[in-house]
């Protein structure tokens, strides 16, 4: 937001204020590299320290705002000082969904979101010997696929029916549940947890409705992220499982903008429907298009949502978003660990998830960014190249 | 130290200094050189850290071999040209000091 602010030409002031004392940096390789100790944490970073000062954009680290004014313009911090503003931009991201049972509080019951966690759970990870992970989305099985990677026995447990629920078509659940399974991640599905065990304040053993018992060294819980919508509030702003933005990024009031994993805002494929998007793609671009309406350029937000998770040598690619799919093409054997998913609703294209077939989803991908869709005819038969398929507007 | 040349899509010229162990993206991206996004910072699932090596650098830096490189540098949005390079794929090292590379208008 602050580095397209300045590239659109804003001469003003730009102060940019985070809780964490680290300066901005890049999540995804929180749970992938960085988390197998293959990344430094300056590789982290987004900028080198110089850059910020040189563009003026003022960081303010470490600095918790706690309310806003938005009739006296004035971010008040948690220590009692005060920033003025004319104009507001809300990217508070998302905090993770914490584990309420008992047991929860136990030493080494650990979550990732920040520096920080990924830091606690490498030097956990490698002073452990059975992990559990609760959670089968995105972090949770990157997250075991880096454990096993470092020899760690690894239970994965999730209360749903299947993995990824959320985001992919059963075919692709299934996917990877045999994918983990064959490297040796044991998984258990539609299995909740009741309460976690523990012996001197530390984290002996999960225990599961089924009756199931899973002795545990190291708990890592990966059960979602809830937007961080206070501030919001307290400003008065609509606020609905995410501050409420539209197309431009504006909330309710036309001094703030917002973007990132704490909004919700019209889908760029379907308009009609309301979505939140955690990825770092909608980061980037909900804050550009923000940027443009601070900068009275407004422009509607229209790039095609993509989507990566990289776990093993099993590279995912998402191109679009598949929710309200009613038909799933497979392009490609998933037992080959090759293989694209590519869904519809009735002749519309909406996505396809590509596994370590990264050419299809760079044909997807600007298929979508066209508005084009693909024939269906010979879509699952790979002697018929996919951008033969592609059918224009 | 080695020093990079970026040729951003203005036609400014960015000397920025490099050290090896990064890639070509990295040191762009963090001194803030104007059009190399990396939106997914380095992991092959963007294209938009596409740059176009000089042609005297071709050699020295090497042409896209890799086949997830290829198969993402088609997914670039800008004209591919013989020195097209995604910028995350190209590691820093001394025998590069003075590499040019041009920053293509379109990235995203």
Request: proline share 5%; glycine share 8%; charged share 25%.
């Amino acid at each position: 937001m602050a580095v397209s602010l300045r590239e659109l030409g804003h001469a003003g002031p730009i102060t940019l204020v985070g809780a964490e004392a680290h300066a901005p940096y890049q999540r995804p390789p929180l749970s992938k590299a960085y988390l197998k100790r293959e990344a430094t944490s300056e590789s982290l970073s987004l900028r080198e320290e110089t850059f910020w000062p040189k563009q003026q954009i003022e960081l303010r680290l470490g600095v918790r705002v706690h309310e806003v004014d938005l009739g006296r313009g004035r971010a008040r911090t948690a220590l009692g000082g005060e920033l003025a503003f004319d104009r507001l931009a809300l990217t508070t991201g998302a905090r993770v969904r914490r584990l309420t049972l008992p047991g929860a509080e136990l030493d080494n019951v650990l979550y990732l979101r920040s520096l920080d966690d990924a830091d606690h759970l490498a030097a956990a990870l490698s002073a452990a010997e059975r992990i559990v992970v609760v959670g089968g989305g995105f972090i949770g099985l990157e997250a075991a696929a880096a454990a096993r990677s470092k020899g760690k026995q690894v239970t994965l447990v999730e209360a749903l029916p299947r993995l990824i629920m959320r985001a992919v078509a059963p075919v692709v659940s299934e996917f990877y549940l045999q994918a983990h399974r064959r490297r040796g991640t044991r998984i258990m599905l539609s299995e909740a947890v009741t309460h976690l065990e523990g012996r001197e304040g530390r984290v002996t053993g999960v225990q599961l409705a089924s009756g199931a018992f899973l002795h545990a060294d190291l708990v890592l819980v990966g059960i979602g992220i809830v937007p961080r919508t206070e501030l919001a509030e307290s400003a008065g702003l609509e606020v609905r499982d995410g501050i409420v933005v539209d197309r431009c990024a504006r909330t309710s009031d036309p001094r703030v903008v917002a973007a990132g994993d704490c909004t919700v805002f019209p889908s760029p494929m379907a308009p009609h429907d309301m979505v939140r998007l955690e990825s770092v793609q909608n980061a980037v671009d909900q804050a550009k298009v923000a940027a443009a309406t601070l900068m009275d350029q407004p422009s509607e937000y229209a790039a095609t949502p993509w989507f990566w998770s990289d776990q093993d040598d099993l590279k995912l690619q998402i191109a679009g978003l598949s929710n309200g799919f009613d038909d799933v093409v497979l392009r490609g054997e998933p037992l080959e660990e090759r293989f694209t998913a590519v869904y519809f609703q009735g002749d519309r294209l909406l996505a396809a998830d590509c596994v370590n077939r990264a050419a299809d989803y760079v044909t997807i991908r600007r298929a979508l960014s066209q508005g084009a869709t693909v024939r269906r005819d010979g879509l699952d038969d790979l002697s018929v190249p996919l951008k033969s398929l592609v059918v224009m507007p | 130290m080695t020093t990079i040349v970026y040729i951003d899509p203005d036609g400014l010229r960015h000397d920025v200094p490099a050290e090896a162990g990064s890639t070509v993206m990295a040191v762009a991206v963090k001194s803030g050189v104007p059009g190399i996004v990396a939106e997914c910072g380095g992991s092959l699932s963007c294209a938009s850290c596409h740059v176009y090596v000089e042609p005297e650098w071709i050699d020295v830096v090497g042409a896209a071999a890799d086949e997830l490189e290829l198969e993402m540098l088609d997914g670039a949005l800008a004209e591919l040209e013989p020195g097209s390079r995604l910028s995350c794929q190209v590691p820093v090292t001394e025998e590069m000091d003075g590499l040019v590379v041009r920053v293509p208008a379109d990235q995203i």
